[in-house]
């Protein structure tokens, strides 16, 4: 049995991620791809990840991995319950809630979202050091 790949619409990162209980909608708060820290290692509190899929049938195990680019290292993953998706013509939406993420150094991290173990999307996310009360000093040059 030959399951297709979903496509994926949207892959996102955000503050916070409200349903509507009624219509079911969702709404993303505060999207971001850029967080900085005065000190490393870091730790961001929170964080959600949201992904809009279409084009799949069948059931499906969904993982999402956070990724040091530098060094290929994996630096947590989870995996939200099977989903199984009718057909097509659906799109599904997957909402995933981040805890405590670990920011070992400023620099470029990744969010992978895999289905049954195959690659669909990638989202960067920037991380850089802000000065503590530096007033705009960046010496790196960057921003």
């Not at 030959?2 to 496509?7: A, C, G, Q, S």
């Not at 964080?47 to 530098?70: C, H, K, M, P």
């Not at 990638?122 to 960046?138: C, I, N, P």
Request: aromatic content about 6%; some cysteine.
């Amino acid at each position: 049995m030959n399951t297709p790949l979903p496509v994926v619409k949207a892959f996102l990162i955000c503050d916070q991620i409200i349903q509507d209980r009624q219509t079911g909608k969702m709404s993303l708060i505060g999207l971001f791809q850029d967080l900085r820290a005065d000190r490393f290692p870091a730790i961001h509190p929170m964080l959600w990840i949201y992904a809009s899929l279409t084009n799949a049938r069948g059931a499906y195990t969904f993982e999402i991995q956070f990724v040091d680019v530098a060094n290929s290292n994996v630096l947590g993953k989870g995996t939200p319950p099977k989903i199984q998706i009718p057909g097509p013509l659906e799109t599904t939406e997957l909402c995933a809630q981040l805890g405590n993420l670990q920011l070992p150094a400023p620099g470029t991290y990744e969010f992978q979202l895999l289905a049954n173990g195959e690659l669909l999307a990638t989202k960067s996310l920037r991380v850089s050091e802000v000065q503590a009360g530096a007033g705009g000093d960046d010496p790196g040059g960057e921003g």
